[in-house]
């Protein structure tokens, strides 16, 4: 820091010297008092009016800004710093109260991608295990631009962001997922499932396994549109993440079926095909690929028992857990011997110490009793 700025180094330097023993405790006078305080505060921010600052920005019409030389990128750098602040619960619901709340929801419609997206993103993080922001970004419509950008949006990573905040925000939150649902949220998922980007498709697979997790009546409408097709396909992917959130919802729609239903999709035993090309595969990895491919080994596992009705090969051949899985080693104790009990210490360190009371000794002797003998009683 240039010029009069707070000398961090001097205010560390004066923070040891005053905790390392070498002087005794004093009181501060009133000189070294206001100088602590002015280097604490010279470089904090106030979040509230930074926040309100940015909100002032999010209000201002965009040819405004832009006619004062504010950029596209500058916006997305003023959005990044929203969330870093909105990291904080109370920061996130106090956007609202500060009129920042509309604002935001309103850069989702935004003619740039970048702010569409980084928009999303700052949303993910208000609502994310928030309960009150979920339910103010509903109450203010907020759904409604999120589902339109994930299903419509032309740009893929604009759909992705709005996918994850439209997962925070219907978390543990029934109307958010009546209102996902009302809104054909479903076959959204399935548009997110036939797209060719990998992450785009995690984020969809595990938000529905997510709601059939929650919801198992939704099983016939996974059904009616054509899920269980599209999960077969991609539990074959090349992306071991994609695969594995595949067999993931394929394994919840077994478990909301019955074993015909389930199958009935499945006449010319494609899924069993794959299933059986991945069991195969997985057996003849190297030792070391198979720890990589623990949560895939269990998942086939599971699944090929819930859909047949017995355990897979991989249970035969005790490819399910591996040994070194059941009783992983310990990590090694690198910092226990600076935190030994110190009478343990002092034993270990004293090899010539003189014994212990001979009362310690005296093995035949009866032990001491506490309370009233046999004849008291």
């Given at each position: 820091?240039?010029?009069?700025?707070?000398?961090?180094?001097?205010?560390l330097?004066?923070?040891l010297?005053?905790?390392?023993?070498?002087e005794?405790?004093r009181?501060?006078?009133?000189?070294e008092?206001?100088?602590?305080?002015?280097?604490m505060t010279?470089?904090?921010?106030?979040v509230i009016?930074r926040?309100?600052?940015?909100?002032?920005?999010?209000k201002?019409p965009q040819?405004?800004?832009e006619?004062h030389?504010?950029?596209?990128?500058?916006?997305?750098?003023m959005?990044?710093?929203l969330q870093?602040?909105?990291?904080?619960?109370?920061?996130?619901n106090?956007?609202?109260?500060i009129?920042?709340?509309?604002?935001l929801?309103?850069y989702?419609?935004?003619?740039n991608?970048?702010i569409?997206a980084?928009a999303?993103e700052v949303?993910?993080?208000?609502?994310?295990?928030n309960?009150?922001?979920?339910?103010?970004?509903?109450?203010?419509?907020g759904?409604?631009?999120?589902?339109?950008n994930l299903?419509s949006?032309p740009?893929?990573t604009?759909?992705?962001?709005?996918l994850?905040?439209i997962?925070s925000?219907i978390?543990?939150n029934?109307?958010g997922?009546n209102?996902f649902?009302?809104a054909?949220g479903y076959?959204?998922l399935r548009?997110?499932?036939r797209s060719?980007?990998?992450?785009?498709?995690?984020?969809?697979?595990?938000?529905?396994q997510?709601?059939l997790?929650?919801?198992t009546?939704?099983?016939?409408?996974?059904m009616?549109?054509?899920?269980?097709r599209?999960m077969?396909?991609?539990?074959s992917s090349?992306?071991?993440g994609?695969?594995?959130?595949?067999?993931?919802?394929l394994?919840?729609?077994?478990r909301?079926?019955?074993?015909?239903?389930?199958?009935?999709?499945?006449?010319?035993?494609?899924?069993?095909?794959i299933?059986?090309?991945?069991?195969?595969?997985?057996s003849?990895?190297e030792?070391?690929?198979l720890?990589?491919?623990?949560?895939?080994?269990?998942?086939l596992d599971?699944l090929?028992?819930?859909?047949y009705?017995e355990?897979?090969?991989l249970?035969?051949k005790?490819?399910?857990?591996?040994p070194?899985?059941?009783?992983?080693?310990?990590?090694?104790?690198v910092?226990?011997?600076?935190?030994?009990?110190?009478?343990?210490a002092?034993?270990?360190?004293?090899?010539t110490?003189?014994?212990?009371?001979?009362?310690?000794?005296?093995k035949?002797?009866?032990?001491?009793?506490?309370?009233?003998g046999p004849?008291?009683?």
């Amino acid at each position: 820091m240039a010029g009069d700025g707070v000398k961090w180094e001097g205010l560390l330097r004066w923070s040891l010297s005053q905790a390392d023993g070498t002087e005794p405790k004093r009181v501060l006078s009133d000189e070294e008092r206001r100088w602590f305080m002015e280097a604490m505060t010279a470089n904090s921010v106030d979040v509230i009016k930074r926040m309100k600052e940015i909100t002032e920005v999010m209000k201002t019409p965009q040819d405004v800004l832009e006619a004062h030389g504010v950029t596209s990128a500058d916006i997305e750098g003023m959005l990044e710093e929203l969330q870093e602040h909105v990291e904080s619960i109370d920061m996130a619901n106090d956007l609202h109260s500060i009129g920042g709340l509309l604002p935001l929801l309103g850069y989702l419609r935004n003619y740039n991608a970048g702010i569409r997206a980084k928009a999303a993103e700052v949303v993910t993080t208000i609502v994310q295990n928030n309960p009150k922001s979920q339910q103010l970004v509903m109450e203010a419509s907020g759904l409604d631009p999120l589902l339109s950008n994930l299903s419509s949006d032309p740009d893929v990573t604009v759909r992705s962001k709005a996918l994850g905040a439209i997962s925070s925000l219907i978390r543990n939150n029934k109307t958010g997922v009546n209102a996902f649902k009302l809104a054909n949220g479903y076959a959204a998922l399935r548009d997110a499932l036939r797209s060719n980007d990998a992450r785009f498709q995690r984020k969809a697979l595990n938000l529905l396994q997510y709601l059939l997790q929650e919801n198992t009546s939704d099983y016939s409408t996974a059904m009616e549109l054509g899920f269980p097709r599209l999960m077969v396909h991609l539990a074959s992917s090349d992306d071991s993440g994609v695969r594995e959130a595949a067999l993931g919802s394929l394994l919840e729609l077994a478990r909301c079926s019955t074993s015909e239903g389930f199958s009935s999709f499945d006449k010319e035993d494609k899924l069993k095909q794959i299933l059986q090309n991945r069991i195969d595969g997985i057996s003849s990895m190297e030792a070391e690929d198979l720890g990589a491919a623990r949560e895939e080994r269990q998942l086939l596992d599971s699944l090929w028992s819930a859909c047949y009705n017995e355990p897979s090969s991989l249970r035969e051949k005790g490819l399910v857990v591996l040994p070194e899985e059941e009783n992983p080693p310990q990590p090694p104790d690198v910092a226990g011997k600076f935190f030994e009990p110190p009478l343990r210490a002092w034993a270990a360190n004293n090899p010539t110490r003189q014994p212990l009371p001979a009362v310690a000794e005296k093995k035949n002797e009866s032990p001491l009793l506490l309370g009233p003998g046999p004849s008291e009683l």
